[in-house]
């Protein structure tokens, strides 16, 4: 559990930990491989957010998961990037959060992932924390803890 003091000096950020839905790059969860690819080139991200129709999340792509799918024995096969749907490969069993400012939870999640997905209790995606954001709370934290305790204390 975080001391209070501290979750108390994290959470002054806590405006900028949500990046909402509709500033997140994504992809639908019928959308050909092609057009997941030609995505994640154009952005540079590392993985991106699979919809379906409904703004329902359904998990996550990755270039190397396309990559991975045209991977012959001897050679790539670029057909199947037509033939195939994004949720065909995605990562749907990665981790989410409800809540996008339970600060212990997401801190632990984040180690291992950039970003975590920000997905309501009926489905709807509603955007994304990511590992940037938290970490300028925790630099904020790191240069002004005494400070943060002084205030506490008058």
């Known amino acids: 559990m975080i001391s209070q003091p501290i979750l108390d000096i994290l959470l002054q950020n806590k405006a900028h930990f949500l990046i909402p839905a509709e500033k ?6 019928d959308n050909n491989l092609n057009h997941a690819f030609l995505v994640l080139t154009k952005i540079r991200y590392a993985k991106i ?4 129709n409904d703004s329902k999340f359904v998990g ?7 990559t991975d799918t045209m991977l012959g024995q001897d050679d790539f096969d670029l057909s ?3 033939e195939l749907c994004v949720g065909d490969v995605c990562e749907k069993n ?10 212990e939870l997401i801190l632990h999640l984040l180690v291992d992932n950039p970003f975590l997905p920000v997905v309501s209790r009926e489905g709807d995606f509603t955007g994304i924390v990511t590992r940037r954001e938290i970490m300028k709370s925790v630099n ?8 943060g305790l002084s205030t506490k204390r008058e």
Do not use: C, K
Not at 24 to 29: E, K, T
Not at 60 to 66: C, D, E, H, K, R
Not at 140 to 147: E, G, I, R, S, V
């Open 80 to 82: 199947r990037l037509n």
């Open 94 to 103: 990665g981790p989410t959060v409800e809540n996008p400012y339970d600060i």
């Open 49 to 52: 957010p699979v919809l379906d």
């Open 140 to 147: 904020y934290l790191a240069h002004n803890f005494d400070q």
């Open 24 to 29: 997140v790059a994504n992809v639908q969860v």
């Open 60 to 66: 996550l792509i990755s270039l190397p998961m396309i």
